[in-house]
C-alpha cells in the first residue's frame, strides 16, 4: 500500500498532467503556444546533450508554435563555452528560433577566479540566471531541468 504523501502527490501530478492543455500533444494547435525554459544548472555531457534533445524534440514537435529558452547557470555554463564541442548544435538551435542566456554573475565569478570561458556569440547575458529563469516561469514558461 502506498503512503498517503505518495498517492496524494501521485494524484495531483496525474490531475495536473490531464489538466494542463499544453502537455496533452493530442490537442496541441499552432495558436496554442508552448513555452518551455530549459534550465541548465550542472556540467556533465550527458545534461549538455540532454538540453539539446529536449530542444530538438519540442521544436519538431511544435515547430513554430514553442518558444524554447535555454537558461544556463553555475556549473552549467560551460555549456554556452564557445570552446566546447556542443557549439555547432547549439547553433544550429539557434538558427531554430531557440533563444540562450547565460549567467553574468557566474561569468563574473569565473573572471575573478582567473578562469574565465568565452561565452557563444548570440547568447544574451543576464544578470543572474536563475531570476531569467523565475521571469521566465512568471510569464508562463514550463520548466525543465535535464
Known amino acids: ?22 502537455l496533452n500533444y ?13 534550465h ?11 538540453a539539446i534533445n529536449y530542444a530538438r524534440h519540442i521544436r519538431n514537435r511544435h515547430g513554430d508554435s514553442a518558444n524554447i529558452a535555454i537558461v544556463a547557470n553555475g556549473p552549467g555554463i560551460g555549456f554556452l563555452n564557445s570552446k566546447n564541442t556542443y557549439v555547432s548544435k547549439i547553433k544550429g538551435l539557434f538558427n531554430t528560433g531557440v533563444t540562450f542566456s547565460a549567467c553574468n554573475a557566474t561569468i563574473q565569478k569565473l573572471k575573478a577566479e582567473k578562469k574565465p570561458i ?9 544578470p543572474a540566471g536563475i531570476l531569467k529563469v523565475l521571469e521566465l516561469q ?9
Open 138 to 146: 512568471q510569464q508562463g514558461y514550463l520548466y525543465l531541468q535535464p
Open 26 to 38: 493530442a490537442d496541441a494547435k499552432p495558436e496554442n503556444i508552448l513555452n518551455v525554459v530549459i
Open 1 to 22: 500500500m502506498m503512503p498517503t504523501n505518495k498517492l496524494l502527490t501521485s494524484l495531483l501530478l496525474l490531475i495536473t498532467l490531464q489538466t494542463y492543455s499544453p
Open 40 to 50: 541548465v544548472s550542472h556540467s556533465g555531457k550527458r545534461i549538455y546533450q540532454a
Open 118 to 126: 568565452p561565452i557563444i556569440d548570440g547568447v544574451e547575458i543576464v
